[in-house]
């Protein structure tokens, strides 16, 4: 009796310590990260700079030969990658409750130019999916770094967000895709536009900022995808 006794005290304090540490982790879980106001404001700072190594060169860049922007653009990616290894260290990935939707997208976007610390970004999207299960990540831009990880692993891409170009009609097309039949059951839902639709919107892009070279080529126009009519 007193050995029943002892083995049901001993079950009664072994579930009560294992209540205790459940709850312990669910108080945690459920804790609310605080707004940061101060890492938004910086990486908004960042993003201004980021997406003018991102782009073609403007205004005084344009005075530039094609080895100083190359080392300019170089150098703001290493620099950037830096400080948002930093950041995520510290955070995980950046969510919206952490720095508000910008701020995630600016912190996402960084992180998509980060492409020579491929190991980087795959650590990233990782906690990003962990995010956006929680609705606290844009799910279009998990995509867009999933695929982005993908191809820079030599692997086939997800969602088709990764195009090369023809070089005779400058028209986009996808890098390495996996399953292109379904690719845009995918893409929708993770709310992203029909394939074909995004790739004439990057065609256009290309287009307008390699217009005077393929001009030169007799090509007057984007050459476009033919997409559903709704």
Not at 29 to 48: G, I, T
Not at 133 to 162: F, H, W
Not at 177 to 197: F, H, Q, Y
Request: glycine share 6%; aromatic share 8%.
């Amino acid at each position: 009796m007193k050995k029943l006794l002892a083995m049901l005290l001993l079950a009664i304090t072994v579930m009560a310590c294992k209540n205790e540490v459940k709850n312990e982790v669910t108080e945690v879980q459920e804790k609310e990260v605080e707004f940061n106001q101060e890492l938004a404001d910086e990486l908004a700072r960042m993003v201004e700079v980021d997406q003018v190594a991102a782009n073609i060169p403007q205004g005084k860049y344009k005075e530039m030969s094609q080895q100083e922007w190359k080392a300019f653009k170089d150098s703001v990616f290493t620099t950037h990658q830096l400080r948002l290894e930093e950041i995520f260290d510290e955070h995980g990935f950046v969510g919206f409750d952490l720095a508000g939707r910008e701020g995630s997208q600016n912190f996402w976007l960084m992180v998509q130019h980060s492409d020579h610390k491929p190991e980087f970004q795959k650590e990233v999207l990782k906690k990003m999916k962990i995010e956006v299960d929680k609705d606290n990540a844009i799910p279009s831009n998990y995509g867009l770094l999933l695929d982005r990880v993908k191809i820079n692993s030599g692997e086939k891409q997800v969602y088709g967000t990764q195009v090369t170009y023809n070089h005779n009609t400058g028209q986009a097309y996808p890098k390495p895709l996996a399953d292109s039949v379904t690719v845009n059951e995918r893409r929708k839902e993770i709310g992203l536009e029909p394939l074909e639709v995004y790739l004439n919107g990057m065609t256009q892009l290309h287009f307008q900022w390699n217009k005077e070279m393929l001009q030169k080529k007799g090509i007057t126009e984007p050459k476009l995808y033919e997409t559903e009519s709704r």
